[in-house]
């Protein structure tokens, strides 16, 4: 364990060191959440215009109304969600994803500059040199996740949380996000030389993932085809933990924010094992 | 008990041939050099002796443990100063050492004590506080050894330590890198492309050329064996066969003459030298100058692989590591 942190620590202070690092990587979300969120106005178009209420019989009005609170419950988990607010969420889990897929760049440029070496003659695991990237990658992500949430409050994120208990469980699953995908890209760019193909496999799993989770739309808006690629994506089970804990308020569907929880609890647990076993078995000097 | 044994490591990349049945042994608190050209299979022995990288056959020990089975026990007795410079530059040199420190299982109390203890022996407590990328090169090799040594390895490897360092530099690290062979008590292998340096440094020398050694003795021994002491003469006078004068005598392998001046090459100077003057002047041969050179390592290296191993510099190699190092102390 002290060997983990050891290397968590390292990792962490280089971070730290390096405040341009922390701002440049809250942009993205910044314009997604502030561009896209507030201009695509999705929840708006659920909501009717004054002039044509005016213009309806009383007696339908409440129909409509109905109706139209119906379908946005359906779509959106609750009648008073605005689209900003659902963005913002999906965006609070979306950063995590961007900081994850570069946790292996950093074992490039140990390689590159001689660092790996000096870790792989230390008698220590070489699952502990992946573990300790991860958790310092997770670390991160959280706290960027943290920065994103609250930026999203400061621009009018319309918040209604559940027990403290709940929202804490929810937050906690950012974390758990992070050690899934941080462990999964450490695992595919494990033998990965140069920084060059890291942004390569970046690029090739941002977009997917972001478009294939319910970060920008909802689960029932998809084509058939996509929603079981959403239902197997991590990143959705966090964005719905969240949403549920911090926008739904008792409308809170248990039974599901149980199950979400678990299936990250154990993304988590198979990713980390499947990182420290391709660790131990590949993560060498050899050329 | 021997701290390194190497028996035929052969090691073969792909289709390159890096190692081709390397065998030797080191003692324990000997300094052992391995001389040779880039690409010689200098690093790559040191790859396979620390554990990073497997032999493709042949086996080693390293203090008694197999570098192939028991890599844990191997490198928690090793210490490894590599070629580059890897220290990290965005910390502190007091944060480098504790990371070692904590890598290297040392407990927090003995680590701080032996920690101020390293910094000491190298002359950076001063600067332990301030981030690396402030220091010079010679500092980043200095905190590169105390790194090295915080959980007292019993055997230490130094590849090339001091590459990319200009001369004055050089001589300041081999101060400090014999003071801690003296006050650790270690056994070290070391890697050099400078002759000087393995014959002013080094208890036994292996000389190693495209994966094979050709040779092993202490400085003195190689010298002896595979170069010879070159003896000038000046003298005065005419008409004298000095040619025939000369070679009668033991000891003398070669000579040559051009107008008044002699050169003789022979086995042990020492000896001839006498022997030579005895008849030069009993013959009436008056002798304005005598100069006695020893051989090199240089022509030790030469008389062994057919070439100096200063064509071998400016290699790609080379460049590209020395632009790094540059580079990584200029940042």
Known sequence: ?287 | MRAIEAEGLRKVFGRVVALDGVSFTVEEGEVFGLLGPNGAGKTTTISILTTLIRPTSGSARVWGYDVRTETSKVRSVIGLVPQDLTVDDELTGLENLRLMAALYHVPKDVAERRIEEVLELVDLKEAAGRRVETYSGGMRKRLELAAALVHRPKVLFLDEPTLGLDVQTRAHIWDYIRRLVREEQLTVLMTTHYMDEADANCDRIAVIDRGRIMAIGTPRELKVKHGSDVIELEVQGDGFDLQNLVKGVEGVTDVRVSGNRISVRVVRGEEVLPELMRRMISSGLSVSRIEMRRPTLDEVFIALTGRSIREEQGSWEEVFRQSMNVRRVRA
Do not use: C
Not at chain 1, 14 to 39: E, I
Not at chain 1, 170 to 178: C, E, G, R, V
Not at chain 1, 256 to 279: E, K, V
């Open chain 1, 1 to 287: 364990m002290g060997e983990v942190s050891a290397i968590m620590g390292r990792e962490l202070r280089k971070w730290v060191r390096s405040p341009p690092l922390l701002v440049m990587a809250l942009v993205q979300p910044l314009f997604w959440m502030g561009l896209y969120g507030k201009a695509f106005n999705l929840t708006g178009l659920f909501s009717v215009p004054e002039d044509v209420l005016r213009t309806l019989p009383p007696e339908s009005t409440k129909v409509v109304a109905e109706l139209f609170n119906s379908m946005a419950v359906r779509l959106f988990g609750s009648p008073g969600t605005d689209y900003f607010s659902f963005v913002a969420i999906g965006m609070t889990s979306v950063i995590v994803l961007f900081v994850s897929v570069f946790s292996g760049m950093s074992i490039a440029w140990d390689r590159r500059l001689g660092f790996l070496n000096k870790l792989l003659v230390a008698p220590i695991r070489r699952s502990s040199i992946v573990m300790g990237k991860v958790l310092a990658s997770s670390v991160r992500a959280f706290i960027q996740s943290s920065m994103v949430l609250l930026m999203g409050l400061a621009l009018g994120m319309k918040l209604s949380p559940a027990s403290p208990l709940l929202v804490a469980g929810a937050l906690a699953s950012i974390f758990l996000l992070a050690i899934s995908l941080s462990s999964l890209v450490i695992a595919i760019t494990l033998r990965l030389r140069s920084w060059e193909y890291h942004m390569a496999v970046a690029n090739l799993l941002n977009l997917p993932l972001m478009f294939t989770s319910t970060a920008l739309y909802p689960l029932n808006l998809m084509p058939d085809w996509m929603r079981p690629l959403a239902t197997i994506n991590p990143l959705t089970h966090t964005i719905e933990l969240l949403r549920g804990a911090l926008l739904y308020g008792n409308s809170l569907d248990i039974a599901a924010y149980q199950f979400h929880l678990a299936y990250l609890a154990a993304f988590a647990l198979l990713a980390a094992g499947l990182g420290s076993y391709l660790a131990n078995r590949y993560l060498t000097a050899e050329r």
